[in-house]
C-alpha cells in the first residue's frame, strides 16, 4: 500500500510540473551549391509554391538556372533579377523555383548585441561563432539597421551556359552597391555546411532587402552605421 501512494504521488508531481522542453526552428536545406557550381546542376530542386507552412518563413538561396536571387522574410517571398549594371527588378511572389535553397519558420527573436566595432563580415562572422558557441546549430539570423557602405550581388547567367566551376556559375553576376540605406539582412550560420550552403572559405550565406523593397540580392560586404544594427537569433521556447 505504501508503495502504491509513493507511486500515485510522485505521478501527480509529475503531472503538475511538466519538464519543460526546449524546441529549436527546423531548418531544412533543399539541393547543395557544390552540385550547382561543380557538376551543373541549374535546374530547380525545390518550388517555393508548394512550401506549406509559409507562417514566419525565412529563407534564401538563387532563383533556377542562376538567373537571380530569392528571399523570404516573415512569410513573404521576393525574387530580383538583373536588368542592367546599375538597375534590378524586385518582385513580391512565391512563383519561383531554386537549385539549392535553406529555410526555416521561426515564430519568434531574442535580440543580442550587435558590437560597433564590427566593420565587416568577417568581423562579424568571428563574433557570430562566439556567441554561439553553446547554442544549436545551424541557424537563421535576423539583422537590421542602415547600411553604411556594403555590396549585393545578383547572379545573371546567359542563357543556355554550362556550368563545372565556381568561376563559369558566376559569369555574368552583377554587383550593386548599398549605401546609407535601411535594411533587412537574412543569414545562415553553419560550420558543417560549407560548399552545401556556404561557399567553401566562410559559414556565413546572407541575403539583404533595402527597406524599400527596391534592392534585393546576396550580401558580398557590409558596414553598419553605428548604433542603428540590431542582431536577432530564433527564440527557442
Known amino acids: 500500500m505504501k508503495v502504491l501512494i509513493l507511486v500515485m504521488l510522485t505521478i501527480i508531481t509529475v503531472g503538475c510540473n511538466p519538464k519543460k522542453e526546449t524546441t ?3 531548418v531544412k536545406i533543399v539541393g547543395a551549391m557544390k552540385n550547382v557550381m561543380r557538376k551543373g546542376q541549374l535546374y530547380a530542386t525545390i518550388d517555393l509554391d508548394t512550401l506549406k507552412n509559409k507562417k514566419h518563413l525565412y529563407g534564401f538561396g538563387p532563383l533556377e538556372y542562376l538567373r537571380g536571387e530569392l528571399l523570404i522574410v516573415d512569410g513573404k517571398a521576393f525574387k530580383s533579377k538583373v536588368v542592367s549594371d546599375t538597375t534590378m527588378k524586385v518582385e513580391e511572389t512565391f512563383k519561383a523555383k531554386a537549385p539549392f535553397f535553406g529555410y526555416a519558420n521561426i515564430e519568434a527573436w531574442k535580440e543580442q548585441t550587435f558590437p560597433d566595432s564590427i566593420q565587416n ?3 562579424f562572422e568571428k563574433y557570430i561563432d562566439s556567441l554561439t558557441k553553446s547554442s544549436k546549430r545551424p541557424f537563421f539570423f535576423k ?4 547600411v553604411e557602405s556594403g555590396a549585393i550581388h545578383i547572379v545573371n547567367l546567359p542563357e543556355g551556359s554550362k556550368v563545372s566551376s565556381p568561376e563559369e556559375a558566376h559569369k555574368g553576376q552583377t554587383n550593386y552597391p548599398v549605401k546609407n540605406q535601411e535594411a533587412t539582412i537574412i543569414g545562415f550560420f553553419s560550420t558543417e555546411h560549407k560548399t552545401i550552403f556556404t561557399h567553401h572559405d566562410t559559414f556565413l ?3 539583404l532587402i533595402t527597406a524599400d523593397q527596391k534592392k534585393m540580392g546576396h550580401l558580398e ?4 552605421k553605428k548604433g542603428t544594427a540590431k542582431l536577432y537569433l530564433p527564440f527557442y521556447n
Open 121 to 123: 563580415l568577417s568581423q
Open 24 to 26: 529549436v526552428p527546423n
Open 143 to 146: 539583422l537590421e539597421g542602415i
Open 221 to 224: 560586404e557590409f558596414k553598419m
Open 205 to 207: 550565406h546572407m541575403h
